[in-house]
């Protein structure tokens, strides 16, 4: 196993706080709550100590997309559709059960997307993705050419040069 760093999930934490006293360096005691992932170690103290389990260690470099026929990525895609639509059937009733299907729904076609290679940032698809957006209208070229330029891709190993 890799370097790994720790990484706050602010929707799940309690703010019970057991991280600050547990860290070492200090990378969890920030004013924004995001843990400084320049002073993390990676000991993964303060993931075993919180108990809202809202920290995980992430890898410091993410494995490389896994290879998928053509005909299992057009299957998922398939299937990413018809959550998509399930999705937007779901969110046009008015119960508190269509609320529960519609995220279900989403949740699912995301885990379908990731599978189907879309999602993963160091992923090829994704560093073709943000080249076809740039002349979308309305999006920020400067922002995505930064994502293009600083994503470390593992298909290639290259980084996005500007031409």
Known sequence: MG???????????TKDCLCLYVCPTGATDTENSIIDPEKCIGCGACAEACPSSAISMVPKELPPQQPKEEKVVE???????SKANAENIASQLPDVLSVAVEKSSRLMAEDLCREAGFMLPQSSNTRSFLESIKTYP??????????????????????????
């Open 3 to 13: 370097e790994k760093y720790a990484v706050r999930n602010l929707r799940l934490c």
């Open 75 to 81: 299957a998922l895609r398939g299937l990413v559709q």
């Open 138 to 163: 309305g999006i920020p070229v400067d922002a995505v050419e930064s994502l293009l330029k600083n994503i470390q891709f593992n298909e290639g190993r290259k980084q996005y040069e500007r031409d």
